[in-house]
């Protein structure tokens, strides 16, 4: 069974930074896209960002592109998101998600693994 688990997120400043690391065990690390999605209150689950299991493709989301990078060791099982300028409405919790299939992943739908999520709140 295929473990997610995130640290990292916290209380920071507006225009703060942070970097969120989602370590994964019980699977092939390397045979996984990765990707962060958020959910703040009340708001549907929105993907932040995606990265391909060879790490040669990126997505990102329209409200975190320039903002946000997506990485990975393979060698760690480890992904991580580093959120720079982070803004009020950044505040959320933030969700890591594996899948075999990137299309899936990408395109926010119902993917094979979750973690338990790490909140991120941004004061303005």
């Known amino acids: 069974q295929v473990q997610l688990v995130e640290s990292g997120g916290g209380l920071v400043q507006s225009g703060g930074s942070l970097r969120l690391s989602c370590a994964v065990s019980?699977?092939?690390?390397?045979?996984?896209?990765m990707g962060w999605f958020r959910q703040a209150p009340g708001k549907e689950r929105e993907v932040v960002a995606v990265i391909k299991w060879s790490g040669g493709t990126t997505y990102y989301g329209d409200s975190v592109e320039g903002r946000f990078t997506i990485s990975r060791d393979n060698a760690k099982n480890t992904v991580y998101l580093q959120v720079n300028s982070l803004k009020a409405e950044d505040t959320a919790a933030y969700y890591c998600?594996?899948?075999?299939?990137?299309?899936?992943?990408?395109?926010?739908?119902?993917?094979?693994?979750w973690g338990k999520g790490t909140l991120v709140t941004v004061s303005s």
């Open positions: 019980g699977g092939t690390f390397s045979r996984y896209n």
């Open positions: 998600a594996a899948d075999r299939y990137y299309g899936r992943i990408a395109g926010g739908g119902e993917v094979e693994y």
